[in-house]
């Protein structure tokens, strides 16, 4: 799970690295927090499909809404 308030700043080799784990059969969700994110760089970050695998939440104080999708992704033991 990546949890970020931001963007990289290496955007070429962060993608090449995801790319890479999610090769090697590890699975990547994405959620991004506040009005600094870059959504496309963690939908190319987390595995496919993004739309079950980034979570995008305006402010860190929405964590009850966040947490209530994250058990429904990490729990079932891998990622849809």
């Given at each position: 799970?990546?949890?970020?308030?931001?963007?990289s700043?290496?955007?070429?080799?962060?993608?090449?690295?995801?790319?890479?784990?999610?090769l090697?059969?590890?699975?990547?969700?994405?959620?991004?927090?506040?009005?600094?994110?870059d959504?496309?760089?963690?939908?190319?970050?987390?595995?496919d499909?993004?739309?079950?695998?980034?979570?995008?939440?305006?402010k860190?104080?929405?964590?009850?809404?966040?947490?209530?999708?994250?058990?429904?992704?990490?729990?079932?033991?891998?990622?849809?």
């Amino acid at each position: 799970v990546l949890i970020t308030d931001g963007s990289s700043n290496k955007y070429d080799s962060t993608i090449m690295e995801a790319r890479n784990t999610r090769l090697a059969n590890i699975d990547i969700l994405t959620v991004g927090i506040g009005d600094w994110i870059d959504e496309t760089e963690l939908k190319e970050i987390a595995t496919d499909p993004d739309e079950w695998n980034t979570y995008i939440v305006n402010k860190y104080a929405q964590p009850e809404s966040l947490a209530k999708n994250l058990r429904k992704s990490l729990c079932n033991g891998k990622l849809v």
